[in-house]
């Protein structure tokens, strides 16, 4: 392998090098990813049935207006999500963003307990008062609904 | 009237920009000097239009032209002039307005400091500079243009979105936008030279410096961003591993491995194949990054309200400049680019396993950022990729960088043996790591292999990169004392390094050993963290100049002595009907103190968050070492000396290759 020509040598040791360098992220990577993907289900695939009771997922919609619902002692704080059509009811203990309020659309990640209500363990929060989250406009227009006419306006 | 000369302005640059990429390119091809001639001033007088256009929104914004649409959308009578203007590039349509513009400052940099080069080669890269320019002129004009009337006028302006009210955002955006453009010089350069067919040292030489000044704003930049999104956004976090943030993170990531890669290339002439794809990816990357802030593609915590056709606008010009790029690459490549070999123990091999490290980080990180994008254009559903993933495969992948930083600095060019760098390095190597692991044993109750790793890597790139100055020194029989004697493209080197190491210690510390509660808290209630006990004195209201704010005064004690009073206000601003937290922190070398108020709740109390976060500081303090450290790099008087005597350096660097 020494006696290679020096031209040979180079791409081999370049090719091993990334070759290793691949395989390592390549491992690295799937067995991370696997872990980590977090799909998107809106609130009436969940009445469904379509969304895993066994990982992690995200959920997005309107937070129905008179929903929210504060523990007098703690920060635990439920609130119904909607596409329209279908609710479904979000706990969460922590804090909820600044824009987080009724009638505004919002993303949460967390999991579906057996009695199909989502336990957030983030709500996501956004930059902009106008900005509605694409999954949830889409959500919105799979349930038939029409986006809030304010929101169509920031999109222009 | 004045602001129709702004449109006009802009119209005319397009004009020059088209002048200016079309006639030097095609006069560099056909020989014609007269065309080639025209790239400088095109160039110039394009500048002078893009700053016109420019001074006249930021005018429009400080006499608050409300008939302006943008204006209208973005400020307001009683937003303070300060951040009236730098409103400028609050939104969309200004920012675009403000990448033009520095890459335009960009392009008479390039006309200013290419007198050396031949007419040839730079109206090639001027040209290509231009065109980029047309391609951002025309997306400006076309679906973003700032000086678009409103009739009529409103009374009042919709204001500035409170969270870019702030001293972070006046800097932050001109800094990154001037790091993430600058590779379009490296970019143009690399063109320039495939088009030429003369990927030569004295071209690897050329873009060192200007690669180098890129990066040190590129890091600036970033450190900015994650030090106004750690006290603006009130969640106590430094990064998230964010789609935006990742935007920018890869091109730096690409221009780390640039600059290593430019090193051997220039200096033996190697690996020149890899060292123009990295520019040509750095560069893509950078106009990716624009993509996905620009497009509303993605679901991030920095998208705002966007239009769908800007994002396709933006996806055009990079599938042309990727496609381009890459055919040209194919194309010119096997003629212009022969390599050099290496030996198994040389600093060229370091340097290759740092930028093959440090670009398949990258490429984790873009699977990572765009695979939700990939599978739903497949129409496989809606997904995102959670943060643990990032951590899990980044973290990793910087381990064999930072092993591999202190041999490279240290080994020799062409071939090293072994056992040198054994014998230099073999008490640094095992020293590091029981330093490491003391170090954490008398720092905190816990060990975990995360932080003596981290810790340990630290010391070892700080000690090897002592090591390799002190043998510097000896090289020239000196002692410390002379360290200003260094050239200073190796101090830069090593103080950038040193920064890298800073910078792992920071976020290795706070990873680890940081603490928070989010707790519900009336006047008079205390909580203890950390060996703290913060005290809720009182919350008041307060009038500012365009909001009205709820403000906490909480003390802080320890063993019953006060350390430090924080403030944190939850502001309402009216004209947006939009809430805002300012969070509290006093910061210190070795902790930060931080809380921020969260929501009113019943009875007077509301949701309070309070952070401990131990060494976050050392973060951002590296990556000012790392910048330090490329601004002393670029400055060494070798490229000025080398590109006054350009015509020599080619001769020698041609000799020296036949050798």
């Known amino acids: 392998m020494f006696v290679m020509n020096p031209k040979r040598r180079k791409v081999l040791f370049t090719i091993i090098f990334i070759v290793m360098g691949m395989g390592l992220a390549t491992a690295l990577a799937l067995k991370a990813f696997q872990e980590n993907l977090l799909y998107f289900y809106s609130p009436m695939q969940i009445k469904n049935g379509e969304a895993p009771t066994n990982r992690a997922f995200r959920i997005g919609g309107l937070v129905v207006d008179g929903s929210v619902q504060r523990d007098q002692q703690s920060l635990v704080v439920s609130f119904d999500l909607t596409d329209t059509l279908y609710n479904v009811t979000v706990n969460y203990d922590g804090i909820l963003p600044d824009l987080f309020s009724e009638g505004q659309g919002i993303v949460a990640n967390g999991r579906l307990d057996e009695d199909g209500i989502f336990k957030a363990t983030q709500v996501l929060a956004k930059h902009d008062e106008n900005y509605m989250p694409p999954e949830v406009a889409q959500a919105l227009a799979d349930a038939g609904a029409q986006i809030p006419t304010d929101h169509l306006k920031a999109q222009k | ?659």
């Not at chain 2, 690459?329 to 740092?354: C, D, H, M, Q």
């Not at chain 2, 072994?418 to 073999?426: E, I, N, V, Y």
Request: proline share 4%; with cysteine.
């Open chain 2, 1 to 659: 009237m004045i602001v129709e000369l702004g449109h006009f302005a802009l119209i005319l640059a397009l004009c020059m920009a088209i002048i200016q990429s079309i006639f030097p390119v095609a006069g560099a091809a056909m020989g014609n000097v007269v065309w080639m001639s025209l790239a400088r001033p095109a160039a110039r007088v394009q500048f002078c239009l893009i700053a016109i256009a420019f001074a006249i929104l930021m005018y429009s914004f400080v006499v608050n032209d409300f008939s302006v649409a943008y204006v209208a959308a973005n400020s307001n009578s009683l937003l303070p002039v300060v951040y009236r203007i730098s409103a400028v590039w609050g939104a969309h349509e200004g920012s675009l307005l403000l990448w033009t513009l520095i890459l335009s400052i960009w392009t008479v940099a390039v006309t200013y400091f290419s007198r050396n080069l031949s007419d040839v080669f730079s109206a090639r890269v001027i040209g290509v500079m231009g065109l980029i320019s047309t391609g951002f002129l025309l997306l400006l004009l076309m679906t973003s243009n700032p000086f678009e009337r409103y009739f009529p006028a409103p009374m009042d302006g919709g204001d500035l979105n409170p969270l870019l009210q702030d001293f972070g955002l006046i800097i932050h955006p001109p800094i990154l936008y001037i790091g993430y453009i600058g590779f379009s010089v490296v970019f143009a350069f690399a063109i320039a030279a495939l088009l030429g067919g003369q990927l030569d040292s004295a071209w690897a030489r050329w873009s060192r410096p200007w690669t180098t000044i890129t990066w040190m704003f590129l890091t600036l930049g970033i450190a900015l961003g994650s030090w106004w999104a750690y006290y603006e956004l009130g969640w106590g976090g430094w990064w998230f591993w964010d789609p935006v943030e990742n935007a920018s993170f890869m091109p730096w990531l690409a221009g780390t491995a640039l600059i290593h890669s430019l090193a051997a290339t220039e200096k033996r002439g190697v690996f020149k194949n890899w060292t123009v794809l990295l520019a040509i990816c750095a560069f893509s990357l950078s106009l990716l990054g624009t993509f996905l802030v620009r497009s509303g593609v993605l679901t991030s915590v920095h998208a705002f309200a966007t239009d769908p056709t800007r994002g396709l606008f933006i996806l055009c010009l990079l599938g042309i400049v990727i496609g381009g790029s890459l055919a040209l690459y194919a194309w010119r490549a096997p003629t212009t680019l022969k390599g050099g070999s290496i030996k198994l123990v040389s600093r060229e091999t370091f340097l290759l396993i740092n930028s093959v490290f440090l670009t398949v980080a990258m490429a984790t990180v873009l699977l990572g950022t765009i695979y939700p994008l990939i599978i739903e254009a497949f129409g496989q559903g809606k997904l995102s990729v959670g943060e643990p993933y990032f951590n899990a495969v980044f973290v990793p992948l910087m381990v064999p960088v930072a092993v591999v930083i202190g041999f490279g600095a240290q080994a020799r060019w062409g071939e090293d043996s072994a056992g040198r760098l054994w014998r230099h390095f073999r008490f640094a190597l095992f020293g590091s790591v029981v330093l490491g692991f003391l170090m954490i044993v008398m720092l905190a109750e816990s060990t975990m292999f995360k932080t003596v790793l981290g810790v340990s890597l630290s010391i070892w790139i700080i000690w090897s990169i002592l090591i390799s100055m002190r043998l510097r020194l000896q090289q020239q029989q000196q002692g410390w004392y002379a360290l200003h004697k260094l050239p200073s493209r190796f101090s830069g080197m090593c103080l950038a390094h040193i920064g890298f190491a800073i910078t792992i210690i920071g976020i290795t510390i706070t990873s680890q050993y940081s603490s928070e509660v989010h707790k519900r808290m009336g006047p008079g209630d205390t909580v203890e963290l950390a060996g703290y006990s913060f005290k809720l004195e009182s919350i008041q209201q307060k009038q500012g100049p365009n909001y009205q704010a709820s403000e906490a005064l909480m003390r802080v004690y320890r063993n019953d002595k006060l350390v430090t009073s924080l403030y944190s206000q939850k502001r309402h601003y009216p004209v947006r009907d939009m809430p805002m937290t300012e969070a509290g922190i006093d910061s210190g070398l070795t902790r930060d103190l931080y809380i921020s108020l969260g929501e009113p709740l019943d009875g007077g109390d509301w949701s309070i968050r309070i952070y401990y976060r131990p060494f976050v500081r050392w973060i951002w303090f590296g990556a000012i070492f790392m910048a330090l450290g490329a601004l002393l790099a670029a400055l060494d008087k070798r490229y000025r000396i080398a590109v006054r005597h350009k015509e020599t350096a080619t001769i020698e660097d041609g000799l020296a290759e036949k050798a």
